[in-house]
């Protein structure tokens, strides 16, 4: 009954469609009216329409009619061979496809070399604060994303998620590595492939009896939802660095942020919902990803696989325990109330005293520690932590499902 009236309230206002574009709240939606500006994407300009009822049309139908060409075993085939930016598209893909990605691939007219030469040093220098956060801030974070836990894990790779946060874990990797966008980089690559697993997603879920039973949306993947995800990653990661005081010059954050405008772009998303500037996306973050934040089932079992991803590498240092403090210190006591994870008498009063010490020494700005064990243990988490989350992006290849989670 629950769900089947969440679900009907959203039919029932199916006109909501139309109501939203015309920035008219529903009660469902009330607490989140899209009023941010297209004047502050990088397009500068936009119809300013709630990306909630947007999507990635020329992908969607072109991905649904390869799908039900039955074509995907073969374009996966293919597509494991293209690997590299400035690589041909393998011969024999369906013309119509072969078309879209030509097009797909090719970087926005103000993409900035400069920039993505600065964002190498960035990466360079705050590797390891990077591993950490995109794993254990944006990656535990998605698990309180209720439409995107559901999307996750009703779909075919919810079913092996071990998997999934190795394909995941590759754009957390590419978008790191110094050739990034570079013609002998791979990251246009992961998000080209990427924008093409959200199309067929957004065509297979549909399908599915178990998500839509729970859903409230009828196709998964908005835009406004793909904005909520991009905020989980670099607005998240940029604010963590700012509140631990990490110094970082200021073309070095303007690099970083040029880094992910890229690859939203490059994703499908429209520049007129990509913010040109950290307090844009702050703004917009306010507005579309903390009011969404909540438990659902899904989720909390798609946390606790994360949370057991360190044990099998190292029992002591990355233990479930210590990994699970270090997500209530960094995503606060409701949303580890939400996940279900335990307090811990040693580890919470710890991280709660000594972590931004730490971080003042590491970077300099505080004389060698007065606690020196618990800085060489927090080094050595920083340094297992971030090589645990990007190891899981072994050599792997994302491919387009072509069916859901089988239960
Ligand atoms: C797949 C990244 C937004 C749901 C993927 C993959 C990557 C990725 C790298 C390929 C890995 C794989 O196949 O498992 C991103 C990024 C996003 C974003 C960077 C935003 C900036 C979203 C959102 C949702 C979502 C908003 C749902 C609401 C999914 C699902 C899959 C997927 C269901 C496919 C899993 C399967 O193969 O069954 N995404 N994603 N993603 N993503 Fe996203």
């Not at 894990?153 to 990034?180: H, N, V």
């Not at 500037?277 to 934040?293: C, D, I, K």
Request: proline content about 7%; overall charge neutral.
């Amino acid at each position: 009954m629950g769900k089947l009236s969440r679900r009907n309230m959203l039919k029932a206002g199916g006109a909501l469609g139309a109501l939203g574009a015309l920035g008219v709240a529903s009660p469902a939606q009330a607490h989140s009216l899209w009023t941010w500006s297209p004047q502050g994407s990088v397009a500068g300009a936009g119809a300013g329409l709630d990306p909630r009822w947007v999507w990635d049309e020329e992908a969607d139908s072109l991905v649904a009619s390869v799908i039900d060409r039955g074509e995907v075993p073969r374009v996966n085939e293919l597509l494991r061979t293209w690997t590299k930016n400035g690589q041909p598209l393998p011969a024999g893909l369906p013309a119509d496809l072969r078309d879209f990605m030509e097009r797909a691939r090719q970087l926005p007219s103000w993409t900035d070399q400069r920039k993505l030469a600065t964002v190498v040093e960035f990466n360079q220098k705050r590797g390891l604060y990077l591993g950490l956060l995109y794993g254990l801030a944006s990656g535990m974070m998605s698990t309180v994303i209720p439409k995107e836990a559901l999307a996750v894990y009703y779909s075919q790779g919810g079913a092996d998620m071990k998997d999934r946060i190795s394909k995941t874990a590759k754009l957390g990797y590419d978008i790191m590595s110094q050739t990034a966008y570079q013609p002998d980089g791979e990251m246009i690559v992961t998000c080209v492939k990427t924008r093409l697993v959200h199309a067929a997603v957004r065509h297979l879920l549909p399908q599915s009896p178990y998500w839509s039973e729970v859903a409230e949306e009828e196709i998964p993947i908005s835009q406004r939802d793909m904005m909520v995800t991009w905020h989980s990653l670099p607005t998240t990661v940029m604010q963590k660095l700012t509140t631990w005081k990490v110094p970082i010059p200021a073309a070095e954050s303007a690099a970083f942020l040029h880094s992910w405008q890229l690859c939203a772009h490059m994703l499908g998303i429209k520049d007129e919902y990509i913010p040109a500037s950290w307090t844009e996306a702050n703004t917009q973050a306010g507005q579309v990803l903390n009011p969404v934040l909540a438990p659902t089932a899904e989720g909390i079992k798609l946390a606790d696989i994360l949370l057991n991803l360190g044990s099998s590498v190292d029992g002591a240092i990355l233990s479930k325990p210590v990994l699970g403090a270090f997500t209530r210190f960094m995503l606060g006591d409701e949303i580890a109330a939400w996940l279900k994870i335990p307090r811990e008498p040693v580890w919470d009063p710890l991280l709660k005293v000594s972590w931004k010490p730490f971080i003042a020494v590491r970077e300099g700005l505080l004389p060698f520690p007065l606690a020196p064990e618990a800085y060489w243990l927090f080094d050595e988490f920083l340094r297992k932590a971030a090589l645990l989350f990007l190891s899981e992006a072994r050599p792997i290849s994302i491919e387009i499902p072509d069916s859901n989670r089988p239960s």
